[in-house]
């Protein structure tokens, strides 16, 4: 399912509305970066489904937000929600020009494959030496 115009017109103004728990598909500009694996499109909170960045008082969190605000803050994005919510945000596989921003960040080494919920799709894309500075979170196992 797709947003319809007039939904996301009403979410990035602000309004409260209310998404089924489907997928759905969200395109517009990254707004703000919270961290490595949180972003806002049309300022909307989208955390990247399978993804582990580590958090930005932890080692290489503040890089790990940093290289994903230079990838892709005031960029166009593609955002496939899986239609779950983690806290305020919606979870997703977001696309920059048709490449997963997850895949980019973690081939950076600033974030690690969260398999829980990738499935383990991301962990060909681990670089080495991230295993060895990023914790992951119990939640990922």
């Known amino acids: 399912m797709k947003l319809t115009w007039a939904i996301a017109f009403l979410i990035s103004i602000g309004a409260v509305v209310a998404v089924a728990a489907e997928p759905t598909t969200l395109i517009g500009t990254v707004t703000h970066i919270r961290d490595g694996d949180t972003i806002e499109v049309s300022e909307i909170p989208i955390r990247l489904n399978g993804v582990s960045a580590p958090e930005l008082n932890e080692p290489l969190g503040e890089r790990s937000k940093i290289f994903m605000r230079d990838l892709v803050l005031g960029q166009q994005v593609r955002c496939e929600l899986n239609g779950e919510k983690t806290y305020d945000r919606f979870v997703g596989t977001c696309y920059l020009g048709g490449k997963d921003i997850g895949i980019l960040v973690i081939e950076a080494g600033l ?13 060909v894309s681990e ?10 979170p119990s939640y990922c196992e």
């Open 111 to 123: 974030a690690l494959d969260c398999p829980r919920y990738s499935g383990g799709r991301y962990a």
């Open 127 to 136: 670089i080495a030496t991230a295993r060895e500075q990023i914790k992951l």
